[in-house]
DNA sequence: ATGCTAATTAACTCGACAGTTAACTGTCGC
DNA sequence: GCGACAGTTAACTGTCGAGTTAATTAGCAT
């Protein structure tokens, strides 16, 4: 009884259908058009659910973006986690690592939207999440791991901040899709096209492993001790 | 007479004054509000004019964010023009166009919203812009020049794609400030503090010079193993 | 069946905001 | 020193959209 009606698909009333139907319509609503701009109405239309039932699942249209950016979060922080690159050289594995971002960023526009307008917002609500936690560590964990093995092996160069590089990796990837707009108007050029991203990914991946190893002799400020001078500007 | 009234300072009635001073708050509340969320009530009480006035000058809301969005890219065309590194070796000339830029995002948090904004819309006013023909060649010509000197003196590699190279110097500097919320939050770090921004200087300028003066046996081109799928591409 | 609760619906409220109207005034040319 | 027009004003209009109300229905337990 009870497994013959689990069986069977939507009826009329499914809750937790509906609730992904809203959370997938907002997806949309909200990357498309902006957290102010995005309305409820039109959210409940796009999936045929009452807007009433915005308020009942998700309390407001607030509870909805929140809902609605974590689920991206989430989804990013999984495919992160699953990447399986141990058992790859560790020049190979940054460029999996590339590659598997632009790769993403190229398929999910929404994340990509999403980021942009969290961070318009200066990370209003990202900030209120009870999931943030869950947002910190995967991200720069493989990244580290990566790094350390090429260290100990001596084909990377030693004074890398895990931090800074890896917001240097996420630039060179996501700047050219969260502005391909401005870029592809400005220089006239269709940045989807597959022999740009293919450039793209040839160039990301050589500004990386060339800074990775970059030879002592070359760098801006040797590391040695403490120098309290900086490289060129006055400040 | 005349000299005695074009020396006084506002009075009840100037034109230039008013239009400036409504492009002056528009400035401020598009780009912390966002263009949607943005009301003209608003950019008005700040500035103490009358509503009516912007529609006088401007037309319609849209006609204002576009005036707003003009002379934030005409700030930038004439600070990028105007910077003079014909002087310095091509190597110092870039750190100084590097140094440049960051100083820039720092100090005109209006132009980092402003281009995450219009990117966000699809650069749907941009596009219409009829002065967007001022805003595209200045931009890459400065790189231009500087790659070209690098390269007669053999400083730096010969097959650089000058628009892809610039848009990754934009992305290594634009973006750490772009994103600074969402950053920040995750990786709990003061991104503006005066450390934190030094070390981002000598992250992208190391970023870009490695990648300039890579040894042409390093390069992803031919790679010496099995490098990914992607990499070997012909452009 | 009967009643209880979770899910769903249509219809409504109310404030905010883009854009308008039309009256009014300072300034300048003559 | 007056007429015309650029510049300025307050008050208004109509729409749209977030959030609410209260009635209704489906399913489930007993």
Redesign the interface.
């Known amino acids: 009884m009870k497994s013959r009606k689990s069986a069977k698909i939507p009826q009329k009333r499914n809750a937790d259908a509906t609730r992904a139907k809203i959370l997938r319509a907002a997806l949309s609503e909200f990357s498309e058009?902006?957290?102010?701009?995005a309305s409820t109405d039109a959210i409940a239309e796009r999936c045929g659910v009452n807007k009433r039932m915005i308020y009942y699942y998700f309390g407001s249209k607030e509870g909805l973006y929140l809902a609605a950016l974590e689920s991206v979060y989430e989804n990013l922080v999984a495919l992160e986690q699953e990447i399986e690159v141990e058992h790859l050289?560790p020049?190979?594995a940054i460029?999996?690592m590339i590659?598997l971002k632009i790769d993403y960023y190229l398929e999910n526009p929404h994340f990509v939207?999403f980021?942009?307008?969290?961070?318009?917002?200066?990370?209003r609500h990202?900030?209120k999440s009870k999931k943030?936690e869950m947002?910190?560590t995967p991200?720069?964990d493989v990244i580290a791991r990566i790094l350390e093995r090429g260290q100990r092996s001596g084909q990377f160069r030693q004074d890398v901040?895990p931090?800074?590089?890896y917001?240097?990796i996420?630039?060179?990837c996501?700047?050219?899709f969260?502005?391909?707009?401005?870029?592809?108007?400005?220089?006239?050029?269709e940045m989807t096209s597959a022999?740009n991203i293919?450039?793209?990914?040839?160039?990301?991946?050589?500004?990386?492993?060339?800074?990775l190893?970059?030879p002592d002799a070359?760098?801006?400020?040797p590391p040695r001790r403490k120098l309290g001078r900086?490289?060129?500007?006055v400040?």
Request: include cysteine; charge should be positive.
């Open positions: 058009q902006g957290l102010p701009a050289e020049a190979a460029e999996a590659n939207s980021l942009s307008m969290e961070n318009f917002y200066r990370a990202l900030r943030l947002f910190k991200l720069t901040e931090v800074d590089f917001i240097s996420c630039a060179l996501i700047m050219y969260s502005n391909q707009h401005s870029l592809g108007v400005i220089f006239e050029r022999a293919e450039r793209r990914r040839r160039t990301v991946v050589e500004f990386v492993l060339s800074y190893q970059m070359m760098r801006a400020r900086h490289v060129s500007l400040s």
